[in-house]
Protein backbone atom coordinates (compact mmCIF):
# COMPACT_ATOMS: atom_id res chain seq x y z
CA UNK A 1 0.00 0.00 0.00
CA UNK A 2 1.18 3.45 -0.66
CA UNK A 3 1.32 5.75 2.33
CA UNK A 4 -1.02 8.30 1.04
CA UNK A 5 -3.48 5.56 0.83
CA UNK A 6 -3.00 5.03 4.14
CA UNK A 7 -3.25 8.31 5.10
CA UNK A 8 -6.86 8.36 3.43
CA UNK A 9 -7.87 5.53 4.67
CA UNK A 10 -6.65 6.80 8.44
CA UNK A 11 -8.16 10.22 7.98
CA UNK A 12 -11.63 8.99 7.16
CA UNK A 13 -11.27 5.97 9.97
CA UNK A 14 -10.92 8.56 12.64
CA UNK A 15 -13.35 11.51 10.77
CA UNK A 16 -16.53 11.27 9.42
CA UNK A 17 -16.22 13.77 6.31
CA UNK A 18 -19.02 15.14 3.91
CA UNK A 19 -19.14 14.76 0.25
CA UNK A 20 -17.21 18.26 -0.21
CA UNK A 21 -14.64 17.96 2.37
CA UNK A 22 -13.37 14.89 1.11
CA UNK A 23 -13.14 15.85 -2.27
CA UNK A 24 -11.62 19.02 -0.89
CA UNK A 25 -9.16 17.22 1.39
CA UNK A 26 -8.17 14.63 -0.86
CA UNK A 27 -7.47 16.38 -4.04
CA UNK A 28 -3.73 16.39 -3.90
CA UNK A 29 -3.26 13.10 -2.85
CA UNK A 30 -3.12 9.83 -4.97
CA UNK A 31 -6.07 9.38 -7.53
CA UNK A 32 -5.57 5.47 -7.85
CA UNK A 33 -8.56 3.17 -8.83
CA UNK A 34 -8.51 1.86 -5.07
CA UNK A 35 -8.13 5.19 -3.26
CA UNK A 36 -11.18 6.83 -5.36
CA UNK A 37 -13.29 3.38 -4.81
CA UNK A 38 -12.33 4.14 -0.92
CA UNK A 39 -13.67 7.25 -0.85
CA UNK A 40 -16.78 6.88 -3.00
CA UNK A 41 -17.76 4.01 -0.58
CA UNK A 42 -17.13 6.65 2.55
CA UNK A 43 -19.15 9.04 0.54
CA UNK A 44 -21.80 6.57 -0.22
CA UNK A 45 -22.48 6.01 3.51
CA UNK A 46 -22.42 8.97 4.81
CA UNK A 47 -24.76 10.72 2.12
CA UNK A 48 -27.33 7.44 2.75
CA UNK A 49 -27.50 8.58 6.82
CA UNK A 50 -29.15 11.48 7.79
CA UNK A 51 -27.36 10.99 11.21
CA UNK A 52 -24.01 11.90 9.86
CA UNK A 53 -22.55 14.81 10.60
CA UNK A 54 -18.90 15.81 8.89
CA UNK A 55 -16.39 16.45 11.25
CA UNK A 56 -14.69 19.79 9.64
CA UNK A 57 -18.07 21.67 8.43
CA UNK A 58 -20.89 20.25 10.79
CA UNK A 59 -22.73 19.54 7.02
CA UNK A 60 -22.63 23.96 6.49
CA UNK A 61 -22.40 22.45 2.65
CA UNK A 62 -26.15 21.17 2.82
CA UNK A 63 -27.67 24.12 4.60
CA UNK A 64 -27.42 27.01 2.47
CA UNK A 65 -30.42 27.48 1.96
CA UNK A 66 -31.57 29.97 4.65
CA UNK A 67 -28.77 31.77 3.88
CA UNK A 68 -29.11 32.15 0.21
CA UNK A 69 -32.72 32.83 0.74
CA UNK A 70 -31.53 35.79 2.61
CA UNK A 71 -29.91 36.98 0.04
CA UNK A 72 -32.03 36.49 -2.84
CA UNK A 73 -34.46 38.44 -1.13
CA UNK A 74 -32.47 41.37 -0.68
CA UNK A 75 -30.98 41.31 -4.53
CA UNK A 76 -33.97 41.49 -5.67
CA UNK A 77 -33.93 44.90 -5.16
CA UNK A 78 -30.56 45.76 -6.23
CA UNK A 79 -29.32 46.01 -10.55
CA UNK A 80 -25.51 44.39 -10.61
CA UNK A 81 -23.62 42.24 -13.56
CA UNK A 82 -20.85 41.70 -11.14
CA UNK A 83 -20.36 41.04 -7.79
CA UNK A 84 -17.42 39.80 -4.78
CA UNK A 85 -18.45 37.84 -2.20
CA UNK A 86 -17.20 38.23 1.54
CA UNK A 87 -17.59 35.78 4.64
CA UNK A 88 -18.07 34.91 8.08
CA UNK A 89 -17.63 31.76 9.66
CA UNK A 90 -17.54 30.31 13.15
CA UNK A 91 -13.09 29.78 13.65
CA UNK A 92 -14.21 26.56 15.00
CA UNK A 93 -14.55 25.59 11.61
CA UNK A 94 -11.47 26.82 9.86
CA UNK A 95 -9.56 25.30 12.99
CA UNK A 96 -11.11 21.70 12.61
CA UNK A 97 -9.70 21.96 8.73
CA UNK A 98 -6.30 22.96 9.88
CA UNK A 99 -6.44 20.41 12.78
CA UNK A 100 -6.97 17.64 10.59
CA UNK A 101 -4.36 19.40 7.79
CA UNK A 102 -1.67 19.66 10.18
CA UNK A 103 -2.10 16.28 11.53
CA UNK A 104 -1.90 13.99 8.44
CA UNK A 105 0.54 16.31 6.85
CA UNK A 106 -1.50 17.75 4.21
CA UNK A 107 -0.80 20.33 2.33
CA UNK A 108 -1.50 22.69 -0.44
CA UNK A 109 -4.94 22.19 -0.46
CA UNK A 110 -7.88 24.88 -0.62
CA UNK A 111 -9.15 25.89 2.75
CA UNK A 112 -12.66 25.33 4.20
CA UNK A 113 -13.43 28.90 3.26
CA UNK A 114 -12.37 28.97 -0.20
CA UNK A 115 -14.46 25.94 -0.42
CA UNK A 116 -17.62 27.07 0.85
CA UNK A 117 -17.38 30.53 -0.85
CA UNK A 118 -16.64 28.75 -4.20
CA UNK A 119 -19.82 27.07 -3.56
CA UNK A 120 -21.89 29.97 -2.62
CA UNK A 121 -20.64 31.88 -5.64
CA UNK A 122 -21.33 28.76 -8.06
CA UNK A 123 -24.84 29.38 -6.67
CA UNK A 124 -25.42 33.37 -6.59
CA UNK A 125 -23.95 33.29 -10.25
CA UNK A 126 -26.75 30.60 -11.59
CA UNK A 127 -29.42 32.16 -10.15
CA UNK A 128 -28.98 35.37 -10.82
CA UNK A 129 -26.97 35.64 -14.18
CA UNK A 130 -24.57 37.64 -12.64
CA UNK A 131 -20.23 36.96 -12.45
CA UNK A 132 -18.29 36.85 -9.32
CA UNK A 133 -15.08 39.61 -9.91
CA UNK A 134 -11.93 40.60 -8.14
CA UNK A 135 -11.74 43.92 -10.10
CA UNK A 136 -14.15 46.73 -8.55
CA UNK A 137 -17.42 44.61 -8.95
CA UNK A 138 -20.90 46.27 -9.00
CA UNK A 139 -22.01 44.60 -5.61
CA UNK A 140 -20.02 43.22 -2.75
CA UNK A 141 -22.07 40.57 -0.37
CA UNK A 142 -20.66 40.18 3.00
CA UNK A 143 -22.62 36.63 4.19
CA UNK A 144 -22.27 35.64 7.64
CA UNK A 145 -23.02 31.94 8.15
CA UNK A 146 -22.94 32.10 11.86
CA UNK A 147 -26.43 33.55 11.75
CA UNK A 148 -27.32 33.29 8.02
CA UNK A 149 -27.52 36.86 7.63
CA UNK A 150 -26.03 39.29 5.02
CA UNK A 151 -24.96 42.79 4.46
CA UNK A 152 -25.16 44.10 0.53
CA UNK A 153 -22.95 47.02 -0.35
CA UNK A 154 -23.08 48.33 -3.81
CA UNK A 155 -20.56 50.49 -5.68
CA UNK A 156 -20.67 54.17 -5.42
CA UNK A 157 -22.30 56.14 -8.51
CA UNK A 158 -20.34 59.72 -9.29
CA UNK A 159 -22.97 62.23 -11.19
CA UNK A 160 -21.78 65.68 -12.55
CA UNK A 161 -24.32 68.33 -12.96
CA UNK A 162 -24.98 72.19 -12.54
CA UNK A 163 -27.88 73.95 -10.48
CA UNK A 164 -29.62 77.24 -11.08
CA UNK A 165 -31.08 78.74 -8.30
CA UNK A 166 -33.70 80.90 -9.43
CA UNK A 167 -35.05 82.26 -5.85
CA UNK A 168 -33.43 83.66 -2.94
CA UNK A 169 -33.19 82.68 0.26
CA UNK A 170 -32.47 79.27 -0.01
CA UNK A 171 -29.24 78.00 1.60
CA UNK A 172 -26.90 76.05 -0.64
CA UNK A 173 -25.47 73.33 1.98
CA UNK A 174 -27.02 71.08 5.01
CA UNK A 175 -27.19 72.43 8.91
CA UNK A 176 -26.52 70.02 11.13
CA UNK A 177 -28.97 69.99 13.99
CA UNK A 178 -28.82 72.67 16.74
CA UNK A 179 -30.02 70.41 19.22
CA UNK A 180 -28.25 67.17 18.30
CA UNK A 181 -25.66 68.34 16.73
CA UNK A 182 -25.53 66.00 13.53
CA UNK A 183 -26.20 62.90 15.68
CA UNK A 184 -29.86 62.65 15.37
CA UNK A 185 -32.90 62.83 17.33
CA UNK A 186 -36.74 63.71 17.92
CA UNK A 187 -36.56 67.49 16.96
CA UNK A 188 -34.64 66.46 13.48
CA UNK A 189 -36.59 63.28 13.01
CA UNK A 190 -33.03 61.37 13.68
CA UNK A 191 -31.71 62.97 10.31
CA UNK A 192 -28.88 65.29 11.99
CA UNK A 193 -29.92 67.72 9.88
CA UNK A 194 -32.05 71.44 10.48
CA UNK A 195 -35.06 71.06 8.75
CA UNK A 196 -34.91 73.58 6.15
CA UNK A 197 -34.62 73.89 2.63
CA UNK A 198 -31.10 73.88 1.04
CA UNK A 199 -29.99 73.33 -2.43
CA UNK A 200 -28.16 69.87 -1.05
CA UNK A 201 -31.29 68.54 0.69
CA UNK A 202 -33.19 69.47 -2.73
CA UNK A 203 -30.39 67.74 -5.17
CA UNK A 204 -29.64 64.31 -2.13
CA UNK A 205 -33.27 63.67 -1.52
CA UNK A 206 -33.54 63.55 -6.07
CA UNK A 207 -30.36 61.40 -6.34
CA UNK A 208 -31.63 59.44 -3.15
CA UNK A 209 -35.35 58.61 -4.73
CA UNK A 210 -33.56 58.47 -8.57
CA UNK A 211 -30.89 55.44 -7.56
CA UNK A 212 -32.76 54.00 -4.36
CA UNK A 213 -29.64 54.74 -2.05
CA UNK A 214 -28.55 55.26 1.49
CA UNK A 215 -26.96 59.14 1.10
CA UNK A 216 -25.63 61.75 -1.49
CA UNK A 217 -22.31 63.24 -0.93
CA UNK A 218 -22.04 66.49 -2.90
CA UNK A 219 -18.32 68.01 -4.05
CA UNK A 220 -19.21 72.15 -4.73
CA UNK A 221 -17.41 73.91 -7.42
CA UNK A 222 -17.83 76.85 -5.03
CA UNK A 223 -20.35 78.23 -2.91
CA UNK A 224 -22.62 81.42 -2.76
CA UNK A 225 -24.75 83.00 -0.02
CA UNK A 226 -28.34 82.11 0.99
CA UNK A 227 -29.45 85.14 -0.74
CA UNK A 228 -27.47 84.89 -3.68
CA UNK A 229 -28.68 83.88 -6.93
CA UNK A 230 -27.14 81.22 -9.70
CA UNK A 231 -28.11 82.28 -13.10
CA UNK A 232 -26.24 81.47 -16.85
CA UNK A 233 -25.12 77.91 -17.04
CA UNK A 234 -25.47 77.62 -13.45
CA UNK A 235 -23.05 75.94 -10.75
CA UNK A 236 -21.36 72.89 -11.55
CA UNK A 237 -21.22 69.83 -8.65
CA UNK A 238 -20.38 66.39 -8.20
CA UNK A 239 -22.61 63.98 -6.70
CA UNK A 240 -21.20 60.38 -5.08
CA UNK A 241 -24.28 57.90 -4.50
CA UNK A 242 -23.38 55.63 -1.63
CA UNK A 243 -24.77 52.12 -1.60
CA UNK A 244 -27.10 53.20 -4.68
CA UNK A 245 -29.50 50.01 -5.26
CA UNK A 246 -31.43 50.65 -8.67
CA UNK A 247 -27.84 51.35 -10.61
CA UNK A 248 -29.70 51.04 -13.95
CA UNK A 249 -31.96 54.33 -14.06
CA UNK A 250 -31.82 56.56 -16.65
CA UNK A 251 -30.51 59.80 -15.70
CA UNK A 252 -31.95 62.50 -17.78
CA UNK A 253 -30.30 65.75 -18.56
CA UNK A 254 -32.32 68.20 -16.83
CA UNK A 255 -34.97 68.11 -13.53
CA UNK A 256 -36.48 71.04 -12.13
CA UNK A 257 -37.04 70.55 -7.98
CA UNK A 258 -38.64 73.98 -7.35
CA UNK A 259 -36.27 76.41 -7.51
CA UNK A 260 -33.50 74.70 -8.19
CA UNK A 261 -32.74 73.55 -11.67
CA UNK A 262 -30.62 71.23 -12.65
CA UNK A 263 -28.74 70.68 -15.67
CA UNK A 264 -26.14 68.55 -17.37
CA UNK A 265 -26.83 65.86 -15.87
CA UNK A 266 -24.62 62.77 -15.99
CA UNK A 267 -22.97 59.61 -14.34
CA UNK A 268 -19.40 59.42 -14.58
CA UNK A 269 -17.44 56.45 -14.75
CA UNK A 270 -14.72 57.66 -12.04
CA UNK A 271 -14.78 60.54 -9.20
CA UNK A 272 -12.61 63.22 -10.41
CA UNK A 273 -9.66 63.56 -7.90
CA UNK A 274 -8.58 67.17 -5.53
CA UNK A 275 -10.17 70.00 -5.79
CA UNK A 276 -10.97 71.55 -9.70
CA UNK A 277 -10.12 75.19 -10.49
CA UNK A 278 -12.78 77.47 -11.63
CA UNK A 279 -13.84 80.98 -12.63
CA UNK A 280 -16.61 83.11 -11.80
CA UNK A 281 -19.18 86.38 -13.04
CA UNK A 282 -20.48 87.97 -10.48
CA UNK A 283 -22.63 90.89 -9.71
CA UNK A 284 -22.24 92.63 -6.22
CA UNK A 285 -24.92 95.36 -4.94
CA UNK A 286 -22.49 97.32 -2.40
CA UNK A 287 -23.65 99.91 -0.18
CA UNK A 288 -21.23 102.69 0.77
CA UNK A 289 -20.95 104.69 4.46
CA UNK A 290 -20.04 108.29 2.40
CA UNK A 291 -21.45 109.13 -1.05
CA UNK A 292 -19.64 108.28 -3.88
CA UNK A 293 -18.86 109.66 -7.28
CA UNK A 294 -18.46 108.34 -10.69
CA UNK A 295 -14.86 109.20 -10.35
CA UNK A 296 -14.49 107.44 -7.64
CA UNK A 297 -15.47 104.50 -8.59
CA UNK A 298 -12.64 104.79 -11.62
CA UNK A 299 -10.38 103.80 -9.17
CA UNK A 300 -11.42 100.23 -9.16
CA UNK A 301 -10.47 99.90 -12.71
CA UNK A 302 -6.93 98.55 -10.69
CA UNK A 303 -8.51 95.48 -9.86
CA UNK A 304 -8.38 94.30 -13.68
CA UNK A 305 -5.87 91.45 -13.93
CA UNK A 306 -4.01 91.70 -10.55
CA UNK A 307 -4.14 88.51 -7.98
CA UNK A 308 -5.81 89.00 -4.75
CA UNK A 309 -3.68 88.08 -1.08
CA UNK A 310 -5.07 86.58 1.62
CA UNK A 311 -2.90 87.81 4.32
CA UNK A 312 -4.59 85.98 7.32
CA UNK A 313 -2.55 83.82 9.18
CA UNK A 314 -4.09 80.56 8.25
CA UNK A 315 -4.71 81.23 4.33
CA UNK A 316 -1.88 82.76 3.61
CA UNK A 317 0.10 82.20 0.01
CA UNK A 318 -3.42 81.77 -1.36
CA UNK A 319 -3.95 84.44 -4.28
CA UNK A 320 -6.72 84.30 -6.62
CA UNK A 321 -6.86 86.62 -9.91
CA UNK A 322 -9.33 88.99 -11.00
CA UNK A 323 -9.96 89.23 -14.89
CA UNK A 324 -12.20 91.82 -15.65
CA UNK A 325 -13.83 94.38 -13.79
CA UNK A 326 -17.41 96.83 -14.45
CA UNK A 327 -19.26 99.13 -12.23
CA UNK A 328 -22.30 101.32 -12.24
CA UNK A 329 -23.33 103.89 -9.70
CA UNK A 330 -26.72 102.96 -8.53
CA UNK A 331 -27.61 105.45 -5.72
CA UNK A 332 -25.73 108.22 -3.85
CA UNK A 333 -24.48 105.42 -1.85
CA UNK A 334 -24.30 102.59 -3.75
CA UNK A 335 -23.14 100.99 -6.70
CA UNK A 336 -22.84 97.54 -8.45
CA UNK A 337 -19.84 95.16 -9.29
CA UNK A 338 -19.06 93.07 -11.85
CA UNK A 339 -16.10 90.54 -11.37
CA UNK A 340 -14.68 88.11 -13.56
CA UNK A 341 -12.25 86.25 -11.54
CA UNK A 342 -11.24 82.86 -10.11
CA UNK A 343 -13.47 81.45 -7.75
CA UNK A 344 -13.49 81.00 -4.18
CA UNK A 345 -12.74 84.72 -3.73
CA UNK A 346 -14.90 85.41 -0.81
CA UNK A 347 -17.06 88.03 -1.51
CA UNK A 348 -18.45 89.60 1.12
CA UNK A 349 -14.66 89.76 2.56
CA UNK A 350 -13.14 91.55 -0.54
CA UNK A 351 -15.91 93.88 -0.17
CA UNK A 352 -15.23 95.16 3.10
CA UNK A 353 -12.14 95.91 5.05
CA UNK A 354 -10.70 92.57 5.66
CA UNK A 355 -7.25 90.56 5.50
CA UNK A 356 -7.95 90.67 1.49
CA UNK A 357 -5.07 92.92 0.17
CA UNK A 358 -6.84 94.78 -2.01
CA UNK A 359 -10.37 95.25 -1.16
CA UNK A 360 -12.62 97.52 -2.49
CA UNK A 361 -13.30 99.50 0.70
CA UNK A 362 -9.55 99.89 0.71
CA UNK A 363 -9.19 101.44 -2.40
CA UNK A 364 -12.10 103.64 -2.32
CA UNK A 365 -11.46 105.03 0.93
CA UNK A 366 -14.60 104.40 1.60
CA UNK A 367 -16.46 101.91 3.64
CA UNK A 368 -18.54 99.55 2.12
CA UNK A 369 -21.25 96.67 2.53
CA UNK A 370 -21.80 93.68 0.16
CA UNK A 371 -25.81 93.89 0.09
CA UNK A 372 -26.55 90.68 -2.19
CA UNK A 373 -23.93 89.01 -4.84
CA UNK A 374 -25.19 86.71 -7.62
CA UNK A 375 -23.59 84.47 -9.77
CA UNK A 376 -24.26 85.40 -13.60
CA UNK A 377 -22.16 82.22 -14.31
CA UNK A 378 -19.09 79.64 -13.25
CA UNK A 379 -16.60 77.95 -15.77
CA UNK A 380 -14.59 75.00 -15.35
ZN1 LIG B 1 -17.76 18.76 5.40
ZN1 LIG C 1 -31.26 66.54 15.97
Known sequence: MKPQRVTISKILKKYDLCQYCTSRMFSKLDDTPTSKLLIKKHVKKFNKSPNHTCYICKNIFKNFDSLLTN???KLDYVDFKTFNLGLTLKPSILERDDHVKSKFKIKGIENIKFGISSELIKKISQKTSSKRTNDDPDLFIQANLKNDSCFLRTKPIFVYGRYNKK???LAQKQVSCINC???GCHNCNFTGLKNIETIEGKI???LIEKFVANQVK????GGEDQSSLVLGNGRPFFATIVNPRKRNRILRKSSDLNGVYLSELRKLSVQPKGSIPFKSEVTITIDTEKVISQNQLKKLSILENIK??????DKKGISKKIYKVGYKKL???SFSLDLFADGGIPIKSFIQNSDLSPNVSEILENHCKCKKFDFKNIII
Open 204 to 206: STF
Open 71 to 73: IYE
Open 308 to 313: IHNTSK
Open 181 to 183: NGI
Open 331 to 333: GKT
Open 167 to 169: IRK
Open 218 to 221: INWI
